[in-house]
């Protein structure tokens, strides 16, 4: 089992454990689920949120690349949201379009600009 919660304030390029912060963690986690205390094996791990620019997600085809598509980008909320991006994908991939959510606004190339000013302010 995978528990975690993360600070916002904390964007770090090299991100490390903060065993403080891991003692909170797995307080609230044994609190919500008091067997865990008996469980063993509680570590920590650290790494980078997966966010894009918009902080949302990346749902779709890629625009150069027939047949690879993407549910990704959605930082802590993708265990929630797995069902649904998946649904959508599935229905993309199968059929070609979704009735479930207007994928537009989630598509890759809306960042096509984005990266080229930011690579122009390198």
């Known amino acids: ?6 600070r916002h304030e904390s964007e770090e390029e090299d991100p490390q454990v903060d065993w ?15 067997s865990l205390a008996e469980a063993g094996l509680m570590t920590g791990w650290a790494g980078l949120r ?3 620019p918009d902080e949302d997600p990346i749902l779709g085809e890629a625009p150069h690349l027939q047949g690879f ?3 990704c980008g959605w930082c802590g909320h993708g265990v929630m949201n797995a069902p649904a991006g998946g649904m959508v994908v599935a ?18 190339d809306r960042f096509e600009g984005w990266l080229r000013e930011d690579r122009d302010r390198g």
């Open 50 to 52: 997966s966010l894009t």
């Open 91 to 108: 229905d993309l991939i199968t059929r070609g379009e979704t009735d479930l959510v207007d994928v537009r606004p989630f598509r890759v």
């Open 1 to 6: 089992m995978l528990i975690g919660m993360g």
């Open 69 to 71: 598509y993407s549910d």
């Open 20 to 34: 403080s912060f891991l003692d909170q963690v797995i307080d609230r986690s044994v609190h919500r689920a008091p």
